[in-house]
Structure formats: structure tokens, C-alpha cells
């Protein structure tokens, strides 16, 4: 593992019943840094990202985070936001922060609230009662509120507009713990552009290309065309 990084990734292959989805993945991340980890749909986003999230077990290679083998410990400096929903749709708001609260001793109860009324997220109604665009804030507003290391956010733009797209990015910049990293993954590419530091560009289990995304979109007009340059 390089001294700097925190996160490293080891020829890392992925099965499922006998299909390889990933490819001998070699990665270090380091610390501080916001990092896309693009490609289309099926390249092996959600696999990746549940592997480090340590929810599949079944693989080949080794990965550290911040020194600590995937488990209990790494679990403690990880904060995950799954690509579907994972909240009981009955609960309401507060009832969600309680759960938190209780189940994550980093987790910021006070940053919450504040977070929840700055966007106008009401405490007092269902989960399942909010629109698409409200959940998805407040999924992310949970997420962010853990005081973690890595970030993990799978498709956290993919059911929102633009605007709140511009939100989100805006709540994830300013409310991360200022030490951390946070992967985001997703296909939106343009839309990532300007808030990644570092972009992975990952191709039918493979990564294709890495590097701090200035180098990354060098020779193009813009990420989306080194992107779709790289898929060609
Ligand atoms: N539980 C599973 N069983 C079998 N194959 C799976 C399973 N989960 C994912 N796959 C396959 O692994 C490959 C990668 O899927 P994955 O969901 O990781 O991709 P992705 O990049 O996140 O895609 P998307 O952008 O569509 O969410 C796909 O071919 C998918 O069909």
C-alpha cells in the first residue's frame, strides 16, 4: 500500500455464478479527494462500490481502507449511500435521524437537523409521502451527517433534475468531513465534471483510465468527450 492512500485496491476480480464483472482492479485512492467513478450501465459500478461497502464477500485480491482490511473496522469509517432505498417508507424524518443516531456513534444529530431545515425537508411526514427529488436529499443528508473517512455514494443524481442535481454536489461539498474521500458513481458524466477531483473510468469490469481529472480530460474539450473518446 503507497503511504498516502487511502484506499487500496489489489487485483481485485469479481464473480458472479462463474461470469467475471471484474477485472483485476488495481487502485489508491488518497485522502481528500472527490472521485467519479464513471462508466455505463452493467461496467461494474455497483459491484465495486458494494465490495468496498463490504455487503459481497465473495472475491479475489486484497483492499485496505485506511490501513484496515474490509470488516468491522472498516465499516466504522465508511459512510454508504445505496443506489436504491433502503429506509423503511414508514417512518418519517425524525424517526430516520433516531434510527442514525442509534445505530452510528459518528453520526452528527444536530448537522442533520440543520441540513433537513435548510432544505426544507419536514421532520413530521412518511418517507414514502416525500417526492423522489426529497428522498434522495434526504438519504444523502444521512449519509453525509456520518463523520467517516470514505464516502461511498452510488448514483445519488440519477432520479433528480439538474437543479437539484447542483444541490446535491453543493450539500456533498460543503458537509463532508473536510479529511475524507468520497466516491461517486454514476454515468452523468458532464454533470460530475466540475466537482471531481479525480476520475475512474471503468469499462466492462475494467478500469480503462484514472487520474486527477485534469490529466484525465487532457486532449479533450471536456470529461464527456474523453469519456466517450475512451469508450470508443
Ligand atoms: N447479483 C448478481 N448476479 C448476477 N450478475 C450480476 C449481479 N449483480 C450484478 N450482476 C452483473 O454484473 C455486471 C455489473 O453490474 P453492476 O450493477 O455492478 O454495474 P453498474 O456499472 O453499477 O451498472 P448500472 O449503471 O446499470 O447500475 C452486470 O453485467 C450485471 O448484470
Redesign the pocket.
Request: net charge negative.
Given at each position: 500500500m503507497n503511504n498516502s492512500s487511502l484506499l487500496s485496491i489489489q487485483h481485485l476480480t469479481k464473480s458472479?455464478?462463474g461470469?467475471e464483472?471484474l477485472h483485476d482492479i488495481n487502485l489508491e485512492l488518497p485522502a481528500n479527494k472527490i472521485i467519479g467513478l464513471l462508466?455505463?450501465?452493467?461496467?461494474?459500478?455497483?459491484?465495486?462500490i458494494k465490495i468496498l461497502a463490504n455487503l459481497l464477500s465473495q472475491y479475489d485480491g486484497k483492499i485496505l481502507i485506511d490501513g484496515h482490511k474490509l470488516g468491522i473496522e472498516s465499516k466504522k469509517i465508511i459512510s454508504y449511500l445505496p443506489?436504491t432505498s433502503y429506509l423503511n417508507e414508514k417512518w418519517e424524518a425524525r424517526k430516520i435521524l433516531d434510527f442514525f443516531e442509534d445505530f452510528f456513534e459518528d453520526f452528527q444529530y444536530s448537522k442533520s437537523l440543520m441540513l433537513l431545515e435548510q432544505f426544507h425537508i419536514p421532520l413530521d411526514k412518511s418517507f414514502k409521502s416525500l417526492s423522489k427529488g426529497t428522498k434522495e436529499k434526504l438519504q444523502l443528508i444521512t449519509t453525509l451527517c456520518r463523520n467517516a473517512k470514505l464516502y461511498l455514494f452510488d448514483?445519488p443524481i440519477a432520479g433528480v433534475d439538474p437543479l437539484a442535481r447542483q444541490e446535491i454536489f453543493d450539500l456533498i461539498l460543503q458537509n463532508r468531513n473536510p479529511q475524507s474521500s468520497v466516491i461517486i458513481?454514476t454515468?452523468l458524466v458532464s454533470d460530475v465534471e466540475k466537482y471531481v477531483d479525480m476520475c475512474i473510468f471503468?469499462k466492462e469490469?475494467s478500469i480503462i483510465k484514472f487520474g486527477d481529472t485534469s490529466e484525465v480530460r487532457k486532449n479533450y474539450s471536456n470529461l464527456e468527450e474523453a469519456f466517450k473518446g475512451s469508450f470508443r
Open positions: 458472479y455464478v461470469i464483472t462508466g455505463p450501465n452493467g461496467a461494474g459500478k455497483t459491484t465495486l443506489d448514483e458513481s454515468h471503468i469490469g
